[in-house]
C-alpha cells in the first residue's frame, strides 16, 4: 500500500470506524452513560495534551523556523477553530428551544457541542427535507470542526516522520478513534430518539467521521512543503488541538459528570501520554 493509502486506511479506521463504532454502541443500547463518556473523553483529552505539547509542538519548534512563528500557527490554529464554532453557534442556537438567555455559554452535553440535538429538533417536528438537509450540514460541520485538525495532527505527525506511520502518529490515530466513540454516541442516540432509522442513524453516524481524512491529506500536504511548511502544519493542528481539548472536551467531561475523576482521568491520560513518548 502507498503512503497516501495507508495514511487514508488510517485515518478512515480512526475517524469514520471509531464514530461509527460509537453510534452501533447508541443504536444498540439507545442511551449512553454520562459517566462513561466523560472518563472516556477526559482521559483521551489528557493523552492529546501529552502527544500536542510534548511531541507535535517540540518537532514544530525542531524544524528551525523560528519560535515566533511556531507561536503564531499555534495561535491561528486556536482562533480559526474558536471562530468557527462561533460562527455555527451563533446561527444555529435558537432554533434549539432550550438554548435561551438562561442557557449556559458552553454545551450542557455532547449533542449540543457537535449539534446533533438541532438535527433531532427538525426532524421531531417533521420538517421538510430542506430544513433536514440544512440541520444535518451544520452537525456535519461541527463535527469537522473536531475532525479536521485531529486529522491533521495524524498527516502533520506522519510527514514529520519521513512518511512513515511512526508511534506517534498511531497513538493519536488509536486516541482519536477511541474519542470519537462517545462522539458517535452521542450523534446516533438523539438521531433515533427523534424517529429515524438506526441503519440510517449509524450509516450517518459514521460517514460524520469522513473529515478526518480530509484532515490528514491537508495536514500531510502541507507538512510535506519543507521546513516551514511542517512547522506551520503542526502549529495549526495542535493549536486547533489545544482549543478542541481546553475548550471542548474537558468543559464538557466536566458538565457531564460532575465529579473530580474526570480530572484524574486527564491526569492519567497525560501520565500514558508521556509514556508512549519518551518510554
Known amino acids: 500500500m502507498g503512503v497516501i493509502g495507508t495514511l487514508i486506511l488510517t485515518t478512515a479506521i480512526a475517524g469514520i470506524g471509531g ?18 463518556v466523560s472518563l472516556l473523553l477526559s482521559f483521551a483529552g489528557g493523552v492529546m495534551l501529552s502527544v500536542v505539547c510534548f511531541d507535535l509542538v517540540i518537532e514544530a519548534i525542531e524544524t528551525n523556523v523560528g519560535i515566533l512563528t511556531v507561536i503564531a500557527s499555534i495561535a491561528i490554529g486556536v482562533a480559526v477553530i474558536y471562530a468557527l464554532n462561533y460562527l455555527i453557534d451563533k446561527h444555529t442556537n435558537h432554533e434549539v428551544p432550550h438554548i435561551d438567555a438562561s442557557h449556559p455559554k458552553t454545551a450542557d452535553d455532547l449533542d449540543e457541542l457537535i449539534h446533533s440535538d438541532h438535527y433531532s429538533v427538525h426532524y421531531a417536528n417533521k420538517d421538510n427535507k430542506f430544513a433536514l438537509m440544512i440541520a444535518g450540514i ?7 470542526l ?3 485538525p485531529e486529522g491533521m495532527t495524524i498527516g502533520a505527525s506522519y510527514a514529520s516522520n519521513d512518511a512513515v506511520m511512526g508511534s506517534s502518529a498511531l497513538v493519536l490515530a488509536v486516541l482519536i478513534g477511541l474519542h470519537n466513540i462517545p462522539e458517535g454516541m452521542a450523534v446516533s442516540v438523539p438521531l433515533i430518539s427523534g424517529g429515524m432509522g438506526k441503519v440510517k442513524a449509524v450509516t450517518m453516524t459514521a460517514l460524520s467521521g469522513l473529515p478526518t481524512i480530509i484532515g490528514a491529506l491537508l495536514g500531510f500536504a502541507i507538512g510535506e512543503l519543507g521546513a ?15 482549543y478542541v481539548v481546553f475548550g471542548e472536551i474537558l468543559p464538557q467531561a466536566i ?3 460532575h465529579s473530580k475523576l474526570p480530572a ?16
Request: charged share 5%.
Open 19 to 36: 464514530t461509527g463504532l460509537g453510534g452501533l454502541i447508541g443504536a444498540l443500547l439507545q442511551k449512553d452513560s454520562n459517566r462513561t
Open 138 to 144: 451544520v452537525m456535519a460541520c461541527a463535527i469537522a
Open 146 to 148: 473536531h475532525n479536521v
Open 228 to 242: 516551514m511548511g511542517l512547522a506551520l502544519s503542526l502549529g495549526f493542528a495542535s493549536g486547533a488541538m489545544l
Open 255 to 257: 458538565l457531564m459528570y
Open 264 to 279: 484524574f482521568s486527564a491526569i492519567v491520560g497525560m501520565l500514558l501520554g508521556l509514556y508512549i513518548i519518551f518510554a
